[in-house]
């Protein structure tokens, strides 16, 4: 299976002091869910930023689907769902998809027909009048996820999507990142929840910019003799000082 990315000898440095990346090289698989995992700062979300072509890349490469990372070819490809609520919180659900639905270039006349779809696969066909403004913290969250949802991408890079919810959101969350990734869509998933960790197939744990480990969650417990990811990335940080 071709990888859905590679990253190879990516270094970023932020605002010409911080290095946020130092020489990071990755291949991360085809319709998986990939966690990034490390706590804020590590440099997760500017990886993210150079795979989704926020960044400007000044050392080393980012391979997308095939392409360079940032071409727009893959902007019908690859949806990316950022820390912030990528909703208007003064239209109802149905109007803030419609709006993204016109502006993705989907045909006008089957907007409805997309609208609906998501609707059901993000559960809120019964808060489809609601104002995003009078929704719940979890159902905000699924609205900006419907957002990434649209025009059917082949990636979706997901930026801490379960950050602040409870338990019973963040399991309703993860049912459907496991049903998109049967559908054969490739998930990034960047959090800093190491019981979430668990959850994903593949794993990148980033400590201070740099890659620490990538594994299966299985194959990184029982190459560190531990007994938990959590234990594993401490095990790891602790090794890499």
């Known amino acids: 299976m071709d990888a859905a990315i590679t990253v190879s000898n ?15 090289s990755l291949e991360l698989p085809t319709g998986k869910i990939t966690g990034f995992i490390g706590p804020s700062g590590a440099g997760k979300t500017t ?5 989704v072509g926020g960044l400007a890349i000044p050392r080393g490469s980012v391979s997308v689907l095939g392409m360079p ?18 909703i208007y919180l003064d239209l109802t659900v149905r109007e803030n998809l419609k709006y ?25 066909n019964d808060r489809a ?4 403004l009078n929704l ?4 905000k969250q699924r609205l900006s996820l419907a957002v990434a949802l649209i ?29 998109l990734s049967e559908q054969g869509i490739t998930l990034i998933i960047a959090s800093h929840s190491m019981d979430e960790a668990s959850r994903c197939d593949d794993l990148v744990l980033i400590r201070e910019g740099k890659v620490i480990a990538h594994s299966s969650p299985a194959d990184l417990i029982k190459h560190t003799k531990t007994e938990s990811v959590e234990q594993s990335f401490l095990k790891l940080a602790r090794g890499s000082e």
């Open 47 to 51: 990886l993210i930023r150079s795979i």
């Open 69 to 86: 990372a940032g071409s727009a070819k893959l902007r019908e490809q690859v949806s990316y769902m950022s820390q912030e609520l990528s």
């Open 129 to 132: 009048d609601v104002l995003a």
């Open 100 to 124: 993204f639905v016109i502006m993705s270039g989907q045909p006008r006349s089957k907007s409805g027909a997309i609208i609906n779809d998501i609707l059901k696969t993000v559960d809120l």
């Open 151 to 179: 025009g059917s991408p082949k990636l979706m890079v997901l930026d801490e999507p379960t950050v602040g919810l409870d338990p019973v959101l963040r399991e309703k969350l993860w049912q459907l990142f496991n049903k």
């Open 136 to 139: 719940s913290g979890g159902q």
């Open 10 to 24: 990516l270094s970023v440095t932020l605002g010409g002091q911080v290095q946020a990346l130092k020489n990071v």
